[in-house]
C-alpha cells in the first residue's frame, strides 16, 4: 500500500513557477513508477509526466515538454513536478499516481493516487 500527498499548488500568473511535492508513504517506495496526471474542469484527466523507479527514465506529454520536469528522491520518499513558464491552460488539479510496475502513462496502469492540489495560472 502507497499513499499519497501532493503539495505545492496555488495560484501564479502566466511565466511563472511552481514546484509540486508528491510524499509517499509506505514501503519500497523506490519500487513504484510514479506519474503526474492533470484534470481541467469539465475535462478528462490527462497524462502530465512519468519517471522510473530509478528516475533513470522520464516521460512527459507534448503540451509540457520543456517547460516541466519531474524528478524523485527515493531516500525523501517524493516525486516532483517543477513546472517553468506556466501557462493559463495549465490551470488544473494535478494528481501524483503510482504503479508497482514499469512506468507507464497510461492513467489506467495506476493502482494508488493522491488527492490533488489545485494550480491556476492567470493570464
Known amino acids: 500500500q502507497v499513499r499519497l500527498v501532493e503539495s505545492g499548488g496555488g495560484l501564479v500568473q502566466g511565466g511563472g513557477s511552481l514546484r509540486l511535492s508528491c510524499a509517499a508513504s509506505?514501503?519500497?517506495?523506490?519500487?513504484?513508477?510514479m506519474g503526474w496526471f492533470r484534470q481541467a474542469p469539465g475535462k478528462e484527466r490527462e497524462f502530465v509526466a512519468a519517471?522510473?523507479?530509478?528516475?533513470?527514465?522520464?516521460y512527459y506529454a507534448d503540451s509540457v515538454k520543456g517547460r516541466f520536469a519531474i524528478s524523485r528522491d527515493n531516500a525523501r520518499n517524493t516525486v516532483y513536478l517543477q513546472m517553468n513558464s506556466l501557462k493559463p491552460e495549465d490551470t488544473a488539479v494535478y494528481y501524483c499516481?503510482?504503479?508497482?510496475?514499469?512506468?507507464?502513462?497510461?492513467?489506467?496502469?495506476?493502482?494508488?493516487w493522491g488527492q490533488g492540489t489545485q494550480v491556476t495560472v492567470s493570464s
Open positions: 499516481a503510482a504503479r508497482r510496475d514499469t512506468v507507464s502513462i497510461t492513467i489506467l496502469h495506476y493502482n494508488y
Open positions: 509506505g514501503r519500497s517506495f523506490s519500487s513504484y513508477a
Open positions: 519517471i522510473t523507479w530509478s528516475g533513470g527514465t522520464t
